[in-house]
Every structure is written in C-alpha cells, then in structure tokens.
C-alpha cells in the first residue's frame, strides 16, 4: 500500500506544481501579450519567477506560444542567462576581462569562495548561491565589478565579501528576490551596489542643454527624405565599429517595401572595455531616443526597439520611466509633436548574455526570440530584418549624433573631425591610467593624446583598441590619428603598462572568443579553440618558432573562412600582437630543445640505476 500512496501523493503533487507552473507561465505570457516573437521576453520572465526553464516550463509555453519544445530548448540552451537546470537564488558573475583580472578580480574571487564556502563555477548546496566567472560587463571603469542577479557592483575590494553575503542573505529573509523588471530598489541594500557616472569629459555631441524636442521639431518641419539628406551632408558613420554612413543606411532602409518599417538601436555593448553606450542610456537617454524618433520619422517606422544587453538589467526601470515621461509630453505615441500622421514608440528588449548578440542579424534574431546565429547576408537588414521587414540597426550614439544633427545641423556636425570622420567620438578608456572613463574627442586626435588626457604612465606597453576584435597597438604607432581613415575603433581603448604580460593578455582574449562563438561555421568553432590552445602553449613557454608559426597561419585561416565578423576578428589579438611585440614571443621561445633520442637513452640508464631495476620487455 504504501509504495501507491506515495506515488499517488507525488503525483498528485506533480500535477499541482505542472498547474501553477504552467498557470504562472499563462500569466506571464498574458501580461507581456507575448506571441512567438517575444519567446525571449516571456524566457526571461520564467527564469526569474521560477530560477531556472525546467522541462514543465518548456512544455507550458509550448502549448501556449504554439512553439515546438525543441526550439524552446535550442532557444534557452544558448544564452548564458538562461538555465535548463536549477541554479543558486542570487547568481554571482564576476567579471574576469584582464582589466578586472589587473585590478584585484582574483582576490575577490577568492574572498567569495572562502566566506560562501564554494569554488567558482558551483551552487551552493541549498541553492541560495551561483559564483562564476562572466565576460565584461561594460563596467571597464570600474573593476573589479560583478554582476549580482540585476545589480552591478562596481570597484570590489575582498573586504567587500562578507558584507555582500549578509545583505543578500537579508533580501532573502524579506523574500525581495528575484526581481523580474529588475528592480533597481534592491540595489541601495547591497553594499558596493552602485555604477558611478563615467563620462570625464564632454565635446559638442554632450555639452549644452538639449531640449528634447528641438531635433524632432527641426525633422518634422522637412520632408522623411531631406532628414535623409541631412545625415548624408553630416558625413555621420556608424559608431558601433564598423563606420557604415548612416544617411545611406537610412536610405536603402526606407525605400525598401515592407509593411513595416523598423527602428532598431543596438545596446548590446558586449565588446570588452565598451561602456559608451551604457554611460548614454543612463546620463543621456533623451538624446539616444530622440535620434530614434528622428530615425522613425525619416524611414516612415512607427515602431523602434532597444536591445538592451542583459547585463544592463539595472537600467530597464529607468529607461522605462523616461519613456513614459516622455510618451506624456508627446515625444512618443500618436501625433507626436502634433504632427497628424507621425506615430511612433520604443519598446525595450533585454538580451540575455551572448556577445554574438551585436552582430546585427544575430541581434535581429535573437529580438525574433531565437538563438542570437547571424544570418546569411543578403538580403541586408536594410531589406530584410527584423520580422523579415526593412529595419535599420543603428548603435546607441549612432542615434545620439543623429539627434544633435537634426538640432544643430548637418554643418555644424561636419565641422568636427578630418575628413573622413566626422564629428566627435565617445571613448571608453579603461586599465593603466589615473582617470578611466568615457572622453568625447574630436576625430582626428592622436592615441598620445588621449594617453595624455586620462593620464596614462609615459611608459604606456601597449594599447589594446576597439577591444579584442580590434588591434594592439605598440608605442611606436601612439603618434596614430583616431579616425576611421587611420585607427578606426568602436571606442573600446584599455591601456597597459610595462607591468603586464602581453602575450597574457592576447591568451584572455583567445578565451573570450572560444565563450563567445556561437558554433554555426567551423573554422571559428573549432579554430577560436585551436589558437587558445595555441596561445596556452606559447604563454608557458612550450612553443617551438614553427608552433608559433602554425598559430599564426591558423589566425589567418579563421578570419578569412568564419561566416561573421565575430570569427573573422577573433584572431585579431594575436595577429596584431605578433606583428608588433615579435621580441616578446621570441623571448617566450620554449628554451628546452626538443630532447633528442641521446637524452632519452641516458634518461633511462639513470633510472635503472636508481630504482635497480631493468624495465621488462613486452
Ligand atoms: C561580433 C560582433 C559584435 C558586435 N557588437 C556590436 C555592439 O555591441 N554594438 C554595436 O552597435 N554594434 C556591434 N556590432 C556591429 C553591428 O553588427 C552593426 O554593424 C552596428 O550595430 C551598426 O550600427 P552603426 O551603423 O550605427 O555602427 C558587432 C558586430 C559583430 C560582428
Ligand atoms: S564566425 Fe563564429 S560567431 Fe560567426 S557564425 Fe561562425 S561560429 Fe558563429
């Protein structure tokens, strides 16, 4: 009798927990009016109510969403913010780029293990902590930082440790965890809780009063194509790296045919050592909507979305509260400004931990709520992007240059910058310096004088700029002019004095592309895996000049076969680091020859000498 009792209590106990599991998921999927497309909002949502996305939960929102369990399961198995097994309550990520690793992350590390009594990489046997290691968490200013559920913690000393635990243990008591919207509230309970204003200094695109409306109201008293016309005579290029013009991209995006037209801004902001566009949303999110609203007017969209990259949760409330402010004044919704016919509004959607997430079709993707894999291009997202409709994918200050461009005029914003690059560029500076931070410069300047502006030491090693999938710079080129005609970067700048190990430093970088790659094609796949390997050996000392030689022909072949500019930049830190520090490998040569047969001979009449014994033939 017993044994059917029992299986008839669970039973009954599993179809209660498979009845609230899926009647909370019907909520949630309710009150986001979630249809497919929103897979990752109402993902999210589940991860948080119920700390992880169990088998009941998949089979939930597949009847719901009318979505197939396997690409629920595909979905949710890609991002690092979502988990198909149970996970601590508060999940510990520290941050472990080589800024965070030079400025005291390993000690951090340390205190958290011993005061939670776990080892990194494991949750705790009651399931209250996670503590593991994360990529950058855009807060390169400001390590050692971590990221605790939503909160980022910034410039962590080990004392800082025992204090965190007893705070979070308190939330607990007060059953305040988890919080989906993250709630920012959480963050004055938490010691070291907080993100200190990174912008040191100002130029044009930041200084001065902005009303919010005076671009908008400049493009609403032109026709959508001369606000088109505009951006192209300001020459303004994309800020997310790569230098696209924006007035071209507005354009082809417009006049491809779709039943929608959509403004998309990418806040991914995963390249190591970028904290820009974080440092927008937070201190200037007028400016960055605005540019949006300007877009949505001039490509004929009524619709715009954030990517908000996850590890930005904490600033999914305050966006949403200047959103609505400005929904109230006008700015947003229908007839804005009062002009009959121009509706428009911004959605935000988090992402959930993927780098690939910026390549703009994988961001497209991942928006569609699928896994973040880039798409085969063409057709563009110009032609085809998001919901297979013409969408521009603009970088956050892409949109805020845009907006002073409608309010101060495409002259004005030319007058900035060479000839090629115009206007200004935020730089995020961050490692071997007196004042990190984010500096507005105009284009044009040289790496030495930005070096001289955040107080970089004279005798500055290297530069790493644009991030891992951008260049080490050696001194000899700090006389290089920051304009995409010379140093192009995204704005990505960490500094390193003669202190640090270079080839160290390329070694992290390897790692973080093995994290990142999102496995589609092989020559990343496998090649990011290959030259860590590569780079493994040469930091030790064990590589040989023709292993250095075989690294290097192996780099090239993963960034000329990768599918995506993700593979094909990922062996950029140890190309541009052979290029220009050859003495360092050379010097890192393994010094032991290869131990000849001779060697191994005597090698072995030692040992019979000292053990006495003869080894036994077989
Ligand atoms: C792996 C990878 C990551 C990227 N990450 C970002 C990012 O975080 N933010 C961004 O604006 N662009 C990123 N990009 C570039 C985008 O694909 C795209 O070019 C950009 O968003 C276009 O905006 P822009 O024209 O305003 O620069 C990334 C590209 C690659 C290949
Ligand atoms: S290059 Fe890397 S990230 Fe890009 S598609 Fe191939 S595996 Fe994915």
Redesign the pocket.
Known sequence: MLPNLFMRASLTMRSIMNISCADAIGDIIEELQADRSRLMDVALAVQHRFGHISKDSVKAISALLGIHPVEIEDMVSFYAFLDQEPRGRNRIRLSNTPISLMKGAMDVACAFEEVLDLKLGETSSDFEFTLEWTSDIGMADQEPAALINDMILTGLTPSDVPGIIVSLRRLKDKDDLPPFPPKAAHAALIPKAIVHHSLVQSGPLLSGRLDPAAGIKAALNMPPEKVIEEMTASKL????????P?GM?WRLTRKSEGEEHYVLC??????PG?FK?RMLLAEFPDLVFDGMTIAGYALGSRQGIIYL?GEYACLWEPLQAALQIRREQGLLGSNICGDAGFDFDIRIQLGAGA?????????IESLEGKRGA?RDRPPFPTERGYLQEPSA???????ACAARIMERGAAWFASFGTKQSAGTKLMCVSGDCARPGVYEVPFGITLNELLDLCGAPADTAYVQMSGP?GQAVAPKDFGRRIAYEDLST?GSTMIFGPQRDVLDVALQFAKFFVD?SCGWCTPCRVGTTLLKQGMEKIVDGRASLADISATEALANTVARMSR???G??APNPILTTMRNFPEIYEARLAREKFTSLTALDDALREAIEVQGREPVEV
């Open positions: 290029r994309g800020r997310g790296g790569a230098g696209f924006t991209k990418n806040a991914d902001e995963g390249e970028t566009d990259r780098y690939i997430c910026g390549e703009e079709s994988a961001l880039p994918v603009d970088n956050v200050e892409t949109y999938s995204g990142e995506c500019g993700l094909q930049t």
